[in-house]
């Protein structure tokens, strides 16, 4: 039996078990997914586990997803860039370091048929998930602006930034919610009023709850949960070395699982 899991701290709320354990079984595959929720200096024990194949591949999840770059031989450029890694494994003698948050926040845009070229986007909060869900919205010609709290000791990676004070919707088409605000069990809160997106549509990267307190403040408001499947079907690809069809349907099917 093959042993995959997920690293983190305080993790017992996570998903990802039900997701890849299930998606195993569809694919014949017998697996292990255990949650590793362990102290960093527990990290190099587990890393020598992936190195010697005892555990072929994890997941990463806050707050290690920065911590467990200086662990592996290489980055894939995608971690690189985005200076995170959510997934790893052990290829041709090396411990890689990848990013799949960046596939899931393109695929969720995609699924969710939202095109982002030349739209002025308000990003908000500049942790790791908002790296990825930046250079996504990048790579597809947005135009963003990232709204933080530090406006000066952001990465580099950011070249517009701007603080809560400032906002202001006439500028923009769309906001990207990176911040964990609105997450269970603090599920009435926003880390914006409401009067800043009644006349908008914001993408939450919160995928828990369903439907936040910013999307239902929104015009239209679409939830994280894509992110996170597609994200972990991601992972599988590289781990089992397979391609998944991630069809609507799949995704649907998963949603189920999950919930
Ligand atoms: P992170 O690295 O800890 O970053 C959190 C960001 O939120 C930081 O920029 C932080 O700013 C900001 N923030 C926190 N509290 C704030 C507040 N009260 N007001 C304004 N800004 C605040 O976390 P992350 O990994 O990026 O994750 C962020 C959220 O995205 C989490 O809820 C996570 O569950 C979700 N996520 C979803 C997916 C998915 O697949 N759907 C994937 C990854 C993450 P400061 O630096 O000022 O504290």
């Known amino acids: 039996m093959d042993r995959y899991g ?11 078990p039900k997701i890849h354990l299930y998606m195993a079984k569809k694919l014949g595959l017998d697996i ?11 990290i ?24 467990v770059m200086k662990y592996v031989d290489q980055l894939t450029p995608k971690a690189n860039r985005i200076k995170a890694v959510n997934t790893i494994y052990y290829k041709n ?14 695929g969720l845009l995609l699924k969710h048929q939202i095109q982002v070229k030349d ?12 790296k990825a869900a ?12 990232v709204v933080s709290r530090h406006t ?4 580099p990676l950011f070249q517009h930034v701007t603080s809560f004070q400032k906002l202001n919707p006439d500028l923009v088409d769309l906001y990207v919610q990176a911040t964990p605000i609105g997450t269970y069990p603090n599920v009435t809160e926003s880390v914006i009023d409401a009067s800043y997106v009644k006349n908008h549509s914001v993408i939450d990267l919160v995928y828990n709850p369903e439907v936040t307190q910013i999307m239902k403040d929104a015009k239209v408001g679409i939830g994280g949960i894509y992110m996170l499947l597609i994200q972990a079907l991601k992972s599988e690809e590289i781990w089992f070395e397979i391609k ?14 999950v919930r």
Do not use: W
């Open 44 to 67: 190099p024990a587990l890393m020598k586990l992936i190195r010697n194949q005892t555990i072929k591949g994890i997941n990463v999840t806050i707050p290690y997803k920065q911590t």
């Open 134 to 145: 930046y250079c996504v919205l990048q790579d597809l010609g947005a135009h963003v602006v």
């Open 152 to 155: 000066n000791d952001l990465d």
């Open 119 to 130: 739209k002025n986007v308000y990003l908000l909060g500049a942790g790791g998930a908002a």
């Open 93 to 106: 003698g090396k411990l890689i370091g990848d990013n799949t948050d960046y596939d899931g926040f393109m």
């Open 6 to 16: 997920l690293l983190g701290k305080q993790i017992g709320y996570a998903k990802s």
């Open 244 to 257: 998944h069809d991630i069809t609507k349907t799949l995704l649907d099917e998963l949603k189920e699982v």
């Open 32 to 42: 292990r997914y255990d949650l590793f929720d362990v102290e960093e200096n527990d």
